[in-house]
């Protein structure tokens, strides 16, 4: 990384050497997980800028991100964020899931660039990168502060998470959608016990994140449920799909989008195909026939977007939102350098 986006938190540290190469010299704190957080490393650093802007040209439904967080200890073994940790030249796999950054000046950088001279108001979206709610967010409130600047600036947001520490936030949220238009969606993309052990063992259950849902639209927040990513022979079963779906309905989504089988740009692929061989060592030769590059074949693709149509005219006919079969193949997906540019 050639130019430097984080400063020194604190200027007594800046006599110690540095503590990774990636921030050409600069120094972060580093502060040890204790008790439930045993274990794991908080990265302490100041951003210069918060909000990332995307090209236009960028394949995505939104331009403007906000990331608290860069690392989760949900420790989802597909995640395409993997790769911006190798970015920083920090470790790719446990460490992704142990060594979280933690951008402390978060609340009072975009409090500053949402300045009305400055900004024009645009929607931001929250959980591009890593969770916006994952677990050490009980102990830093970060998260729960950009909504409140979010809130008081009028700003429309969306947030996407797996957690439930979102209801947390239920009366705050409900009062930002009161006066701007937010969304609080939750990734969803199995109901399997087995298959959300093996590649989501940090997250809460599945289930325990459709009762959050139902508890967010009780308190009057507008919510709806991602079922993605589809893991080709451990999720993409039509009853499998089907119960998310009927589920998700039930809790009362708003929404229900979804439909991407996994995608696996390298670093991830090589982190996900080593946890599988553990978990479904009888996929493992599968797998690596499907992704000699970052997409599952387009029939795989297809097929999925087949069954998750049905099941969304089966429990909810309108609103859906699904690629169509016989759409092109998923956009490629946008690197570290494209999705947080805002370190």
């Known amino acids: 990384m050639q130019d430097v986006r984080w400063q020194v938190e604190d200027e007594a540290e800046a006599?110690?050497?540095?503590?990774?190469?990636?921030?050409?010299?600069?120094?972060?704190?580093?502060?040890p997980g204790r008790g439930s957080f045993q274990g794991m490393e908080f990265l302490h650093v100041r951003a210069r800028t918060i909000v990332n802007t995307l090209p236009r040209s960028a394949p995505l439904p939104f331009r403007h991100t906000v990331?608290?967080?860069?690392?989760?200890?949900h420790a989802c073994t597909y995640c395409f964020a993997r790769p911006?940790?190798?970015w920083l030249e920090l470790d790719i796999g446990e460490g992704f899931e142990r060594q979280v950054v933690v951008k402390v000046n978060a609340v009072e950088r975009l409090r500053a660039e949402l300045e009305p001279r400055r900004w024009a108001g645009e929607p931001i979206a929250m959980g591009t990168n890593?969770?916006?709610?994952?677990?050490?967010?009980?102990?830093?409130g970060i998260t729960r502060g950009l909504v409140e600047v979010l809130s008081d600036a009028r700003n429309p947001f969306s947030v996407l998470t797996k957690s439930t520490l979102v209801v947390r936030?239920?009366?705050?949220?409900?009062?930002?959608?009161?006066?701007?238009?937010?969304?609080?969606?939750?990734?969803?993309?199995?109901?399997?016990?087995?298959?959300?052990?093996?590649?989501e063992p940090g997250t809460p259950h599945p289930r325990r994140r459709l009762e959050a849902l139902a508890r967010l639209r009780a308190a009057g927040v507008r919510c709806g449920v991602l079922v993605a990513p589809v893991l080709p022979g451990l999720s993409d079963g039509a009853d499998q799909l089907d119960a998310v779906v009927a589920a998700a309905a039930a809790a009362g989504a708003s929404t229900i989008a979804g439909g991407q089988v996994v995608y696996l740009k390298p670093g991830t692929r090589e982190?996900?195909?080593?946890?599988?061989a553990r978990t479904h060592p009888e996929l493992l030769a599968r797998y690596q026939h499907w992704y000699q590059g970052v997409y599952a074949p387009r029939d795989v693709r297809r097929r999925v977007s087949r069954l998750l149509e049905e099941a969304l005219a089966r429990h909810?006919?309108?609103?859906?939102t699904v690629r169509r079969r016989g759409s092109p193949g998923p956009?490629?997906?946008?690197?570290?350098?494209?999705?947080?540019?805002?370190l």
């Open 130 to 140: 890593t969770d916006p709610y994952q677990r050490c967010e009980g102990i830093y």
């Open 67 to 73: 990331n608290a967080y860069r690392g989760c200890s």
């Open 316 to 320: 909810r006919p309108r609103p859906v």
């Open 84 to 86: 911006s940790h190798e």
């Open 271 to 276: 982190v996900f195909l080593g946890h599988l």
């Open 15 to 31: 006599r110690q050497p540095a503590l990774f190469p990636s921030l050409a010299g600069e120094v972060v704190e580093r502060r």
């Open 169 to 199: 936030d239920r009366e705050l949220l409900a009062e930002a959608g009161r006066r701007t238009s937010v969304t609080v969606t939750f990734s969803v993309g199995t109901l399997d016990e087995e298959v959300w052990r093996a590649t």
């Open 331 to 342: 956009p490629r997906p946008p690197g570290p350098e494209q999705l947080d540019l805002a």
